[in-house]
């Protein structure tokens, strides 16, 4: 089993900055994909961005290309997404997510095979 426990949401204003934190702990793999996704109330959850683990290749949602980055750190095994020039509509529940199969379209919900419990991030107008 894989456990991945996220931090770092919280309620900031408009323009602000948030860097949210993922850990994963338990079953490793070697080649991996991580994940953000959110949810806002009464809608579904949506891509955010994404990471190759080992080649680093990135992907981000349009919605937020140029203002959220997502890294990770390999010494500590840590993966965050930071989140510049907020907007309200950024506002929702973000959840971290590992996909095992290398391959799979990183995009997608569906393939992803664990995921943590969220944490949420509240912007302010």
């Known amino acids: 089993q894989v456990q991945l426990v996220e931090s770092g949401g919280g309620l900031v204003q408009a323009g602000g900055s948030l860097r949210l934190s993922c850990a994963p702990s338990?079953?490793?793999?070697?080649?991996?994909?991580m994940g953000w996704f959110r949810q806002a109330p009464g809608k579904e959850r949506e891509f955010v961005a994404a990471?190759?683990?080992?080649?680093?290749?990135?992907y981000h949602a349009d919605s937020v290309k140029g203002r959220f980055t997502i890294s990770r750190d390999v010494v500590k095994n840590l993966l965050y997404l930071q989140m510049n020039s907020l907007k309200p509509e950024d506002t929702a529940r973000y959840y971290c997510a590992l996909c095992r199969n290398y391959y799979s379209d990183p995009l997608t919900l569906g393939n992803y095979d664990y995921w943590g419990q969220g944490t949420q991030v509240t912007v302010s107008s």
């Open positions: 990471i190759r683990w080992s080649g680093g290749n990135t």
């Open positions: 338990g079953r490793t793999f070697s080649r991996y994909t």
